[in-house]
């Protein structure tokens, strides 16, 4: 079993910053595939930014391309998620999730949540206009 375990969500103005952290405990894998998801009141789970271990191949949804960046740290067994230029439309719970298995580059499995086998409790994003 693996647990993550989200942290640094808040309340902020639009145009602030914020950077989330997903830690990884238990039985963590060398190879896996890491990912932010978003979901908003009423909508679907949608992903935010992926980010391959072994490799560290990225992707990230166009709505916040430019403005969010994912990174890990190995040694820590944590994938930050750096958002920059928020707006209020970034506003929704926000999830870390890990897949296990080798992934050179993302692929569209990568960006669909059901892939995903393991997940955080989520933290909440609010950005004020």
């Known amino acids: 079993q693996v647990q993550l375990v989200e942290s640094g969500g808040g309340l902020v103005q639009a145009g602030a910053s914020l950077r989330l952290s997903c830690a990884a405990s238990?039985?963590?894998?060398?190879?896996?595939?890491m990912a932010w998801f978003r979901q908003a009141p009423g909508k679907e789970r949608e992903v935010v930014a992926v980010?391959?271990?072994?490799?560290?191949?990225?992707y990230y949804a166009d709505s916040v391309k430019g403005r969010f960046t994912i990174s890990k740290d190995d040694a820590k067994n944590t994938v930050y998620l750096q958002m920059n230029s928020l707006k209020p439309e970034d506003t929704a719970v926000y999830y870390c999730?890990?897949?296990?298995?080798?992934?050179?580059?993302?692929?569209?499995?990568?960006?669909?949540?059901?892939?995903?086998?393991?997940w955080g409790q989520g933290t909440q994003v609010t950005v004020s206009s």
């Open positions: 980010i391959t271990r072994s490799f560290g191949s990225t």
């Open positions: 999730a890990a897949k296990k298995g080798l992934a050179i580059a993302v692929t569209m499995q990568h960006l669909k949540a059901a892939a995903y086998d393991y």
């Open positions: 238990g039985r963590t894998f060398s190879s896996y595939v």
